[in-house]
Structure formats: C-alpha cells, structure tokens
T-cell receptor, first 112, second 114 residues
Framework: GNSVTQMEGPVTLSEEAFLTINCTYTATGYPSLFWYVQYPGEGLQLLLKATKADDKGSNKGFEATYRKETTSFHLEKGSVQVSDSAVYFCALSGVDDYKLSFGAGTTVTVRA | DAGVTQSPTHLIKTRGQQVTLRCSPKSGHDTVSWYQQALGQGPQFIFQYYEEEERQRGNFPDRFSGHQFPNYSSELNVNALLLGDSALYLC?????????????FGSGTRLTVV
C-alpha cells in the first residue's frame, strides 16, 4: 500500500537558518504529494503540493520538488523565522485514491 | 468565509460509552473525510463521505460509523469506546478528489476516554 516516511524530529534551529525535512514515499504509479503544517492547537493547513514528477510546489518561502527517480519530496526553506515553529507532515494521495496517507510528522522549533 | 467547523472542541467520555462528533464543511465543498490523530502521530484516515454515502474506508473497526446529511455536514459516531480511542479527530472537506484541490481541515475534536 501507499506509505510516507519522513525525517524524525524534533528539529531545533536558530532564526534565519536553513531548514530541510526529508520525505520519501512508496506508491504505485504517480501519486500527488503534499506538505501540511500544524500550528499548536490548530488543524492542518495545506502548505504546498505537487501533482506530477518534477513539479515544484512553493508557498511562504517553502519549496519541495517531486522527484520520481528518488521517490522523494523534501521540504526546504532558506531562512526560517520563529513563526515557522510547527509540526510538518508529508502526505500523498494515490492514483484513484480518495484519502491522504500521512507521515508521522516532524516538529520544528525555531529559536530567536 | 467560514472554513471547516467541528464540534465539540473537547470531550471526555468513559470507556464503553458512545460519542458523536460533528462537522460542517467549508462552503462550496461536498466531500467530508474523517481522520484520527493520536498524540505524536500523523493523521490516520477513517472514512470519506460523498453524496451521503461512504465512499472509502480506512482500517478502522465497525465501531466507527458515520453519516453525511443533504447539506453536506457529517457526523462521526464511535461506539463502545476504548482507552485507545483517545485522540484528536479531524474533519476535512474538499470539492471532488483531493488531488485536485487538497483538503481544508477543521481544528479538530479532542476526545479523551477515561
């Protein structure tokens, strides 16, 4: 079945540091890939998505590129802020699949 | 424009009891999905409702059931509660397949079973 494996946390960074969260997936065909973010006490918000190979999703300074050859969708941000502190989830939706399969989440804490 | 609304926000139940959680989807959305998020884990898919029918179901026992109403709102029912059912229950709405538009999630209902 479809599954997502993402980098375990927690991750602690200083403000303006570079952030990378690794995400790899297992799926048949060409799934759609997503990054969601969950701030404390809130539900999940879609951060970015990519629906085909080599697509780059981007939003709020975050980027991720759909790499079919390495089955990866790593999240990056060049300069993090304290407000980026949250839990980040990588997820996929398989072909003809109505659900999202999530990774376990990575907790990111950015210190001033 | 209201997003996804869930009620109640918190709930404490005793083992063996039954619980009903409610969800109103984002305006314009016709599909409702439910997820269970245990502490420190990613959300797990329970089921999805579309046109008042269960369209897809995850690996959850029959104690978990749901319903979708003509106005697209939805309920999640859990019978014979177990301690392990303690979790954040998330409702997500969408229009059509998730690959096209992505979900909009509610803030969740925190269920504690004691």
């Amino acid at each position: 079945g479809n599954s997502v494996t993402q980098m375990e946390g927690p991750v602690t960074l200083s403000e303006e540091a570079f952030l990378t969260i690794n995400c790899t997936y297992t799926a048949t065909g060409y799934p759609s890939l997503f990054w969601y973010v969950q701030y404390p006490g809130e539900g999940l918000q879609l951060l970015l998505k990519a629906t085909k190979a080599d697509d780059k999703g981007s939003n709020k300074g975050f980027e991720a590129t759909y790499r079919k050859e390495t089955t990866s969708f790593h999240l990056e941000k060049g300069s993090v802020q304290v407000s980026d502190s949250a839990v980040y989830f990588c997820a996929l939706s398989g072909v003809d699949d109505y659900k999202l399969s999530f990774g376990a989440g990575t907790t990111v804490t950015v210190r001033a | 424009d209201a997003g996804v609304t869930q009620s109640p926000t918190h709930l404490i139940k005793t083992r063996g009891q039954q619980v009903t959680l409610r969800c109103s989807p984002k305006s314009g959305h016709d599909t409702v999905s439910w997820y269970q998020q245990a502490l420190g884990q990613g959300p797990q898919f329970i089921f999805q409702y579309y046109e008042e029918e269960e369209r897809q179901r995850g690996n959850f026992p029959d104690r978990f059931s749901g319903h979708q109403f003509p106005n697209y709102s939805s309920e999640l029912n859990v019978n014979a509660l177990l301690l392990g059912d303690s979790a954040l229950y998330l409702c997500a709405s969408s229009l059509g397949q998730v690959i096209n538009y992505g979900y909009t999630f509610g803030s969740g209902t925190r269920l504690t079973v004691v």
